[in-house]
């Protein structure tokens, strides 16, 4: 990156395209409302850091005597620019009230230009919980809250990702003069910070540039880690089942009795469970005791618990709870209030809470999470998690708040439930950034069983979020119900995710077809390698608006999956084809039609036109052709390459170890000589005539693990 430091006004550019031009600044005071800086000078120098050699430029600027205030930008080479600023408000008075930076937007940023846009997408928060995608390249129109901006020009892709500091957290937001960056600490009397405010980087891959610059954040500022180095749950690798849609607040002991029975007469494996919300002891919207609700659950947890594991097959129950242990927080009339008055804190609207404070709030969370092991829970679903700032605003900043909070959560869930949770409601960029170790986050707004057109908005937020959110965490899409009249695209969906699969039918009304194409027959779900999202064609086009499919790649095993769906309200028309699939560089391929079971031969640079009807849906994997077999797996599962193990590879010969009996399939376009099972010769057919992709049934393998040798 290069600027310009001959005017006032800042313009960064890269080697070939304008960025960031005609910068300008504004300060808000408490007392003195907006004040118009003075530009002063500015000073460069090069130094050098953990990331390397780097040029800074620090942009002074001065209101009066009273205010100090730069803007700092440290640029490696030409992809990376870390921004920051610094203030200080120098207003200490004996007699009268010291003036300070205001707790909302003390700094705004704004940048009039940025360069012919030729394609946008940003995730924005429509809600203090959820983002979703926002794709108009007018960036006036860009919506408050946003935390990710990716903008594309004639030459390459560009992106910022606003940070939350150790105080500060930032926002862009479009303005009439073009986009603003909104910097803003939400406490009062605060007359000074060092923050750093967002990262920027361009690249020609939009996928390497998320995982680049989300590293960088994490460098800068932050508390958590990379997705790849976090460890996915163990608990959550199989198929579970959740209370809410089933029973919403009328969860009751009977009820979940009777739901895990109709699993064992209709041998579904589900593996573990969450009670959600409704089991709680509450009055007036706030918890009253750690104890479950004795009118719904008579016998308590412990018992329930014992009888669901040891008669049922249920490996693990979790509970659900808010991050203020109910959604107004701990009744301040009860015992518990009472009992855990060291771990509880009062906000200004008379809330108590667990203490915004690592050492205090982990005095509530160790003493529930005790309890609920004890009777048998092993994990938790945390809920309401983007309301720290709704309790906590201008009683302590928003980075303070966030970052106690998460460690204090996260230091009992660790010690009693091995770091098994589900974060939920919590797409905040506080809440992104700072939970220390969890790998779950919901990705999404709510499965609404009776929104007619839910299915859209629900695949649009889980598909367009990950690309940010899929950096940091394997994304929860949600509960779906298989009696639904979308229950085969949210599987398909869920399958293509690469997290939890879980369901939530009322009693009686599962549908085990809807679940085998997702798991196996011990309840273990395929799960993709990474987050589900859109292909590199759709990353900046509404298919809703522009009505075009949806469509959604992912990998497995070698293999590239693509999911297309019709989110539009007509007919709709695309195309598939290797470039799908980001990563792969093979130069030719077969590409499989899940649904038709046809195959299509392609160069790496080929499409083939989809034509989908309203509703409708399609599955392909996408084959390189690697070498001169390639195992595919078992071929009624979406994930089939999940379903194996390569043991062996030679020129003529691969090894496999499949994990389950089905009709196992595999591609060579070379003469097959002989395929064994377990050392035994068996019969060889073709999927399609004189097509590449051979089946052999192992149907009859049910208690064997299985050895498929194939030779050519």
């Known amino acids: 990156m290069l600027t310009n430091e001959n005017k006032e006004l800042l313009q960064l550019f ?130 408050a809250r946003t935390q990710s901006l990716l903008w594309k020009n004639q030459h390459s892709y560009h992106y910022i990702l606003p940070v939350v500091g150790p105080e500060f957290k930032t926002d862009l937001e479009g303005a009439k003069e073009g986009v603003q960056l909104k910097v803003s600490s939400y406490d009062s009397g605060r007359n000074q910070g060092y923050t750093p405010i967002f990262i920027l980087a361009h690249g020609d891959n939009p996928f390497a540039l998320a995982r680049e610059t989300s590293q960088r954040l994490l460098d800068v500022s932050s508390n958590t880690r990379l997705r790849y180095q976090k460890r996915y749950p163990e608990r959550l690798d199989y198929l579970g089942w959740c209370s809410w849609d089933a029973f919403y607040h009328k969860v009751n002991e009977e009820g979940i009795l009777n739901k895990v029975s109709e699993f064992k007469e209709k041998e579904i494996p589900v593996k573990w469970l969450m009670i959600d919300d409704g089991w709680s002891q509450t009055a007036e919207e706030r918890l009253n005791g750690f104890e479950p609700d004795a009118q719904k659950f008579p016998s308590g947890f412990k018992q329930l618990t014992m009888e669901l594991k040891n008669s049922f097959g249920i490996d693990s129950i979790g509970v659900w709870h808010t991050l203020a242990g109910y959604w107004g927080g701990i009744h301040p009339k009860s015992k518990l209030a009472n009992e855990m008055s060291p771990n509880l804190y009062k906000t200004n609207s008379q809330k108590l809470i667990p203490y915004p404070e690592k050492g205090k709030g982990f005095g509530f969370w160790d003493a529930w999470h005790s309890y609920l092991k004890e009777q048998g829970i092993d994990f938790v679903k945390v809920d309401g998690q983007s309301a720290i700032n709704n309790f906590m605003e201008g009683q302590m900043s928003i980075g303070e708040s966030s970052v106690e909070t998460h460690k204090a959560l996260e230091a009992s869930v660790g010690i009693h439930f091995d770091h098994c949770m589900i974060n939920c409601m919590g797409m905040a960029s506080e809440n992104i950034w700072n939970r220390p170790i969890s790998s779950v986050s919901r990705s999404s707004d709510d499965f609404v069983p009776e929104d007619e057109h839910g299915f859209v908005e629900h695949a649009l937020q889980n598909v367009y979020n990950s690309y940010y959110h899929g950096e940091i965490y394997w994304g929860d899409w949600d509960m779906f119900w298989t009696e639904h009249k ?22 009686g009304q599962t549908n085990p077809e809807v679940l085998w194409p997702l798991i196996m027959k011990d309840g273990s779900i395929l799960r993709c390698d990474q987050p589900g999202r859109p292909t590199t064609d759709m990353l900046m086009v509404n298919p809703v608006e522009e009505k075009k499919p949806l469509k ?137 005539d004189n097509g590449p992709i051979y089946t052999i049934d192992c149907s009859s393998f049910v208690n064997e693990s299985m050895i498929v040798e194939i030779q050519v």
């Open 14 to 143: 890269n080697d070939k395209d304008r960025v960031l031009n005609d910068v300008k600044f504004e300060l808000e005071l408490e007392q003195n409302g907006k004040v118009n800086l003075e530009f002063v000078e500015v000073k460069t120098d090069t130094q050098v850091d953990s990331f390397g050699e780097y040029k800074r430029y620090q942009y002074i600027y001065r209101w009066e005597e009273q205010v100090d205030f730069s803007f700092i930008l440290h640029c490696y080479g030409q992809q990376f620019v870390h921004a920051f600023i610094d203030v200080v408000v120098n207003s200490e008075k004996l007699f009268t009230q010291n003036d300070s930076l205001s707790a909302k937007n003390s700094v705004v940023i704004t940048i009039k230009d940025m360069g012919d846009i030729e394609g946008l997408f940003a995730s924005y928060r429509h809600k203090d919980w959820w983002t979703r995608p926002h794709f108009n390249k007018d960036v006036t129109t860009l919506p």
């Open 486 to 507: 979308d229950a085969g695209r949210h599987a398909l969906l869920r399958a293509l995710s690469g997290g939890p699969v879980y369901v939530s039918d009322r009693v």
């Open 552 to 688: 959604v790649w992912n990998t497995s095993n070698g293999i590239g999956l693509v999911g297309v769906f019709n989110v539009s309200q007509e007919q709709v028309v695309g195309n598939i084809g290797p470039r799908d699939i980001d990563g792969f560089d093979s130069n030719d391929y077969l590409v499989y039609d899940y649904f038709n079971q046809t195959v299509k031969e392609l160069g790496k640079d080929e499409r083939f036109e989809v034509t989908l009807e309203k509703d409708s849906y399609s599955f392909y994997l996408i084959i390189p052709k690697a070498h001169v077999i390639t195992p595919l797996g078992i071929l009624d599962k979406y994930v089939a390459p999940a379903t194996f193990v390569v043991e062996l590879t030679s020129s003529e010969k691969v090894v496999v170890k499949v994990k389950e009996a089905g009709v196992f399939g595999f591609v060579t376009e070379s003469e097959v000589k002989v395929v064994k099972v377990n050392g035994k010769e068996v019969i060889v057919d073709r999927l399609t």
